[in-house]
């Protein structure tokens, strides 16, 4: 499997900035734990993610929104694995100030952060390929 995804609500512990925008770092967060199931299936072990080439924020994140984060292993090297990760906002949460407690479904999830890295599993850590 070259794929994983998570889906998660952002909460008010995530918000950073005021009117509860939530800060870039929780998406790296996701990303991270995105390539952490990715190693573990592709190779067994968590690994380390060594660097980031390119990190991109595309749309705001407030708390009550559902992101979903996905990743794929692009490249497999002796190694490193390289990955591409997209964050999409499926539920836009706070849509009306009279009714806090009113969402939405996005009929089009909204692209809200793009990133790549590297991550490395050692050789001696490798357990399997699949």
Same mark, same amino acid.
């Given at each position: 499997?070259? &794929?994983?995804?998570? +889906?998660? $609500?952002?909460?008010?512990?995530?918000?950073?900035?005021?009117?509860?925008?939530?800060?870039?770092? $929780?998406?790296?967060?996701? #990303?991270?734990?995105?390539?952490?199931?990715?190693?573990?299936?592709?190779? *067994?072990?968590?690994?380390?993610?060594?660097?980031?080439?390119?990190? &991109? #924020?595309?749309?705001?994140?407030?708390?009550?929104?559902?992101?979903?984060?996905?990743?794929?292993? &692009?490249?497999? *090297?002796?190694?490193?694995? +390289?990955?591409? #990760?997209?964050?999409?906002?499926?539920?836009?949460?706070?849509?009306?100030?009279?009714?806090?407690?009113?969402? +939405?479904?996005?009929?089009?999830?909204?692209?809200?952060?793009?990133?790549?890295?590297?991550?490395?599993?050692?050789? &001696?850590?490798?357990? #399997?390929?699949?």
């Amino acid at each position: 499997m070259n &794929e994983a995804k998570i +889906r998660l $609500r952002m909460n008010q512990a995530d918000a950073h900035y005021g009117g509860h925008l939530v800060d870039g770092a $929780r998406m790296m967060a996701l #990303f991270g734990d995105v390539a952490t199931e990715l190693l573990i299936r592709h190779d *067994g072990d968590e690994g380390l993610f060594v660097a980031y080439d390119n990190v &991109e #924020f595309t749309a705001p994140v407030y708390a009550g929104d559902y992101i979903e984060a996905v990743g794929r292993i &692009e490249k497999v *090297g002796n190694t490193s694995r +390289r990955m591409v #990760f997209t964050a999409y906002k499926v539920i836009e949460a706070h849509i009306d100030p009279d009714s806090p407690s009113a969402a +939405r479904v996005l009929e089009q999830p909204a692209v809200v952060a793009r990133a790549s890295g590297t991550c490395v599993v050692p050789k &001696e850590k490798q357990r #399997f390929h699949s």
